[in-house]
């Protein structure tokens, strides 16, 4: 005899085709009872030999021949198993597929017959005609040479093997309505009817504590199979009565233990809810059925007196197939397992929340009336792992500027979320100071450093290193823009006339990169003449694998060219998402902001620039009164301003150094004043003695102004003041 060659001389789907050769009919027509047998050849016969085993252990192959067109060529459905499953020749596989499941298992089809690579051991379920489903292990297969079309191999899978696969499937979800979904689709190897009830806290992300039955309220989480089911029912996303709700936990919850109980027929369900409402609610269907209630547990926070309950699955089936001990534990060790994913995905929820809300904080309000701001947030995905580091904002600076920040933190999640919130908010106090886009950047430069440490950052398994940071800040006076960059993809400017350009920056490296050369942060000053229209953005709307990033920046400077001065600029915003970003799952999150200038009306401003003089107070003064009857300032209001403007200029030509640029701006029933020097003292308030000569202009100017600060030049330092009008 021939040696037996070893395995390693066949692939596994080489065996699993050999394996099938003989137990599929040939020419379509249907076997008797099971493949022919020879007396060399055992392996086809084992699997239909296996199917003769009762009980829970039995795991039978069937199998289903497919031309190219996916029809039925020829199949073996005869072990018991698959009785009910009709796989005539002739008719569609999709036929065989529950409706939800068909998109899904015909594209992995045709992927076979193109690529001729097999796809192996993937859980599916088959339709009975009976309208109940079978579980099942799937592979598909490129038919043996010289026929065309495709061998799917089935495998009615034994309870334990169907436990081990669901258990490995239901984890792979933090979306707590999929996570569900798979538990009441594993259940059904049980049942005919498998429903997911879970706490309200679960949905909400609210921490799950012990409460009294009474308070327990339930939302319907999943429903198999999908059927119309009859008036009253209740199906995912209803809620349960708060008297099933009860019933649900204090059945599961006995002697403040949860445990699994059984319903044994109709009758005694109905006894127990004890209400015709109620049984329409919980019952699916008139016929005779029994249930099996297994509580969701996860053990309870630290100091609390036990287990926590976080739903409840029910599994429904005809009351002559009785739940067998050996089932109830393979239930409770299924239900137990999803119990965790089900808590993972709660907590999960809760941080998406939270993340949410910080990052709905940081998207612009309003523009004012020197500019329009619309932004656009579209994260990776719509779910709870769609929570990322990159964020837009707009907020207003004194003396009538604007701010315009885009960035984006490294990663997703918390941390990110962490992250670009203490950089927001740090860019903001920091331009609201005074400070320029290039010295911002070079605190939160540092600032990042800061965050990675090994307490802050590294410890906690994130890092922020390579973030990038866009900073404009807008004049309407001077209808100017100045920018500055930290390795962010440059602007988009389109000028009034329709021409457009990227605003490119000096290369530098992202945020907290002490491997680069430290080089100061380039500074850039452009025009920015109303009707301009400026576009801030992160790499998601641009990137794309089959191109460079250039043209992806290509791509969006003529779609942004294409918004009309008189569009609306948020519906404009979500068309450039539309047009750019691609369909389906995104690679990564998409973030958009668009700034429409308007400049500020030169009637409502002034500038004058004067030398550093004696006189220069007394001069400006001269220049200011007429202009502000003109603005039709009342008496007190001219007064307070004039003594205002009288005193920061007399502290620019004290203190500073030459010239004085004295600016005036009317918006919206308020003045603002701004003087400027070349000089880099910063003033400040001091309390004096009584008969100082000096030292009073700034208690002056703090008493008769809403707010002042100090803004920092290129050239110097510029005060400035705001009053009521």
Known sequence: MDPTPPSSCHSPFDMIRDALADYIPRAGKRAATGPAASPDDHRARRPADAGMESGDQEQILGAVNLDRDLRITGCNLDAAPFKGVSAAPGTAFADLLPPGDVPTVTQRLQKVLETREAHVARVQRLRREDGTELV???????????????????????????????????????????????????LLAWGDVAAVDLDYAVWTGEAVTEQAQERIRLRRAALVPDRAWPEGYLTPGDNLPREASRLLAGAVMRDDVPQAIVILDREAIERVLDDPKLVRALVPGDRPVSVACIPLVV??????????????????????RLFRDSELLDLQELV???????????????????????????LPRAGSDTIEVASVYQPTNPDSAGVGGDWVNSFPLPCDRTALVVGDVVGHGLGAAAAMGQLSMEARALLSAGLGPGEVLERL????????????????????????CCIAVYDPVDNKMVMSNAGHLPPV?????G?????????HPGLGAEFAVREPFDVQEFAAPPGSLLALYTDGLVEDPAASIDDGIGRLTDVVREVHPWDDLQLAARRVISALAPQGRLRDDVTLLLARMAGRRSRDTATWQLPARDDTASRTRALASPLLRRWEMSDQARDSALLVISELVANAVRFGTGPVTVRLVRARGRLSCEVGDAGNGRPRLRHGELL??????LHVVHKLTTRWGVRWTDTGKAVWAELQA
């Open 136 to 186: 099942v292990s799937m592979s598909i297969l490129p038919a043996a040479s010289p026929q065309e079309g495709l061998t799917v191999s089935l495998i009615a899978m034994a309870k334990r093997l169907h436990l081990y696969a669901s258990a490995a499937a239901i984890g792979t979800s933090l979306d707590i309505g999929e996570t569900a979904q798979s538990l009441a689709q594993s």
């Open 692 to 697: 100082d000569d000096g030292g009073r202009g």
């Open 493 to 497: 400017l389109v000028h009034p006339d």
């Open 499 to 507: 021409s457009a350009k990227t605003i490119a920056a000096q290369p």
């Open 336 to 362: 137990a397992k999803t119990a965790r994913h089900v808590d993972l995905a709660r907590q999960h929820q809760r941080e998406h929340a939270q993340v949410l809300a910080l990052q709905r904080r940081l």
């Open 299 to 320: 053990e309870g926070p630290e100091g609390t007196p036990g287990p926590i309950v976080l739903g409840v699955a029910e599994v429904w089936r005809r009351p002559e």
């Open 445 to 468: 430069d540092e600032t990042v450093t800061l965050l990675d440490d090994t307490e802050a950052g590294l410890a906690a398994g994130y890092s922020a290193l390579g973030s990038t």
